[in-house]
């Protein structure tokens, strides 16, 4: 499967704003999802998980509340609504998929190009 996160931008700080990452090759519904994000000089972390039928979600402690993973099989996407952005959410955007299930932590199999979210205070 192939995997292409988008959406990214320049937001306030307060903002919100909303990535998207779509699967090509193989129907997405096969797989949970993961987002991660990696900060300027700061090591990849994950975000939020979600499994293919959506019963089991996981978030980062850093984003509970104010981030909301979601998806839509038909559309072989799967979302990250973002509220409430602060200036530390800055950072490149990944999204990650595998067949292993939904588990903490999320094991990827496969990673998609990034999008760029920058946060301004």
């Known amino acids: 499967v192939q995997l292409q996160a988008s959406g990214g931008g320049l937001v306030q700080a307060g903002g919100s704003m909303r990535v998207s990452c779509v699967a090509s090759?193989?129907?997405?519904?096969?797989?949970?999802v993961g987002w991660f994000r990696q900060a300027p000089g700061k090591e990849r972390e994950f975000v939020a998980s979600?499994?293919?039928?959506?019963?089991?979600?996981y978030y980062a402690d850093s984003v509970k509340g104010r981030f909301t993973i979601s998806r839509d099989n038909a559309k072989n996407t799967v979302y990250l609504q973002m509220n409430s952005l602060k200036p530390e959410d800055t950072a490149v955007y990944y999204c990650?998929?595998?067949?292993?299930?939904?588990?903490?932590?999320?094991?990827?199999?496969?990673w998609g190009q990034g999008t760029l979210v920058t946060v301004s205070s």
């Open positions: 990650a998929a595998t067949t292993s299930g939904n588990s903490r932590p999320f094991r990827p199999e496969y």
């Open positions: 090759g193989r129907t997405l519904s096969s797989y949970a």
């Open positions: 979600i499994s293919w039928n959506e019963y089991i979600i």
